[in-house]
């Protein structure tokens, strides 16, 4: 019996160091909040592409693409956006944090867990890096006092403006 407890803790180990020597970790992304979207996680990452406008209410296609990339792990959840956006339309302007009725560049992300509209988090970036994070409860109560531990960033290129953040899973709770 103790001879079998030492080959199944030495196979335990072998199997650990083989995991750790070749990087491998299956539950905690190496994704650095840069606002790069270049770690192999973002090519493993859900896509949605297909989105209409909104404002004003036409339902149409929009000139400029969007596409925004959600990997998950055990340690926390990553967004991704790629908004397609001339270089001499984007608005940098910086504001307060939770400033949410305001006209400028963002993101914004709204998490539902339960998928009942009960209780939901808000989190989005503008291209100047300003934060805004809500709690919405019974579907329209949004509740600008809760500061989330999330982290985001974002970059340009000439075609598109980046954002990416991560949360941590412990975030999640109303």
Do not use: C
């Amino acid at each position: 019996m103790t001879q079998k407890i030492r080959q199944n803790s030495s196979l335990s180990l072998l199997a650990l160091l083989f995991f750790v020597f070749l990087g491998f970790n299956p539950i905690h992304a190496e994704i650095v909040i840069d606002g790069e979207l270049n770690e192999a996680e973002w090519k493993q990452a859900q896509a949605f592409e297909d989105f209409v406008v909104t404002r004003p209410f036409s339902l149409e296609a929009p000139t400029y693409k969007t596409k925004v990339l959600v990997y998950s792990d055990l340690e926390g959840i990553y967004v991704g956006f790629v908004n397609q956006q001339p270089m001499e339309t984007r608005d940098r302007r910086r504001h307060n944090r939770d400033m949410l009725r305001q006209d400028y560049d963002r993101n914004v992300v709204v998490v539902d867990f339960d998928n009942k509209g009960n209780s939901a988090y808000m989190l989005g970036v503008s291209l100047s890096e300003s934060l805004i994070d809500f709690t919405i409860t019974n579907e329209s109560e949004i509740d600008g006092d809760w500061d989330g531990e999330w982290f985001a960033k974002t970059s340009e290129s000439e075609e598109n403006w980046y954002w990416e953040s991560s949360s941590f899973l412990g975030l999640w709770y109303l």
